[in-house]
């Protein structure tokens, strides 16, 4: 049977949502691992979202908490508030306390991806004040570390990312994931996702 990870993410500008599909590239390429994206659902209106200048949603389907416990392992994307994860995702992980009564969700492998606007906007204080989310359900945060190798190291040009998992920076919305960053955020799909046959005993 199939290790199954899911990729559940929410994006605004699509920036997220970019290295989302990166990463279930490097989830599936690990033979014996099926890697499916989801995205969480919407809490602002068209209206709303339209004055944002909000990038069209994609055709990735809506999850809901119940379907989290298909899953063998997750990695979970967002973008940056003020230094934590989006209200979106927020309210959906809010959604999940009946996960969180039974436990369903205790021993499973997860992942955080992310984008903030700016170097000091949040790569590593948005990953460190999501832990929480996966403590509580007993979930197994998983770091990339220095795993990545040299491009943790890279000096000469902006990187998102750090060792709690993939990132990218948005700016003002225009600019884009490089070729690093979505190297980055392939590497992540396909280490978590060994991780997570592994544990399930698989490898």
Known sequence: MATKVYIVYYSMYGHVQKLA??????????????????????????????????????????????????????????????????AQFKAFLDATGGLWKTQEL????????????????????????????LAHHGMIFVPIGYTFGAGMFEMENVKGGSPYGAGTFAGDGSRQPTELELEQARYQGKYIATITK????GA
């Open 198 to 201: 592994k544990l399930k005993g």
């Open 21 to 86: 599909e990166e990463i279930q590239k490097g989830a599936a390429s690990v033979e014996g691992v099926e890697a499916k994206l989801w995205q969480v659902p919407e809490t602002l209106s068209d209206e709303v979202l339209g004055k944002m200048s909000a990038a069209p949603k994609s055709n990735t389907p809506i999850i809901t908490p119940k379907e989290l416990t298909e899953a063998d392992g997750f990695i979970f994307g967002f973008p940056t508030r003020f230094g934590m994860m989006s």
């Open 106 to 133: 205790a021993g499973k492998p997860a992942g955080l991806f992310f984008s903030t606007g700016s170097q000091g906007g949040g790569q590593e204080t948005t990953a460190l004040t999501a832990v929480t989310q």
